[in-house]
């Protein structure tokens, strides 16, 4: 993946990251974890009706020069091009969410990438419950403690993999994903569904969220929880408060419409 208006250094820039930068997952590790604490998790346009670009040059501009965030394929796209500019190649994968009532189609976009002779699930784009850091794909039903979160990888009876996320105590699965050739291309038809299908949840409510370094924060309609340090608070926003939260928790300004 490759877009003219990409530079490693405005990215780096714009997710606060002044480390050292290696094709290495110390450095993919880091990048990633900036990336999770500084780029909110974001629907804001879907709820304005406007457009979720897939052009790579569309993404650079809005996530890195408007300084907004995005859903799936925009935070992962995004994330692509700083792996491509490190010499690194990957791997898409496209994954189903497993926590649906009933069986949903394969609309989440992830990446895999080979470091150090191991192989790494990397997703910056799931939300609320989504992994803080690489997750290695050859440790299956093992959990792994990622800050004050713990995943699990699964084998399911289809042949795929299952992330699993432990919450408040029970192990519940997020998507499952499998090696299935797919190309940036194939998310075109599920950007489309997530975007304008009246049953998304992302055309419903605010989805908002930022990771932190002993948790997370998330906008979920007018819900507001804070995760810290393995605590959970909340408080109901009122509509003529979502502005101002989204712009003192979330460095995020309110389209216009929504």
Known sequence: MYADNFK?????????????LKPDFATVKALMQQHLRTIPFENLNVLAGKAISLKPEDIVDKLIHQ??????????????????ALGLEYQWVAARPLFYPVRRPRTHAALIVELEGVEWLLDLGFGSYGIREPMRLDLLNQPVKQGYDQFILSQEADGDLAVQALVDGVWIKQYGFNRNPVEWVDFAPANWMNSTHPEAIFTQKNVIVLFTATGRKLLFGQLFKEYKAGQVSQITVQAEQIGP??????????????
């Open 8 to 20: 490693l250094d405005d990215y780096c820039h714009r997710i606060r990251f002044s480390g050292e």
């Open 67 to 84: 300084r907004r965030g995005g859903y799936c394929y925009e935070m992962n796209g995004l994330f692509a091009l700083a792996l491509t």
């Open 245 to 258: 939260v989204l712009e003192q928790e979330f460095n995020l300004i309110k389209p216009m419409h929504v």
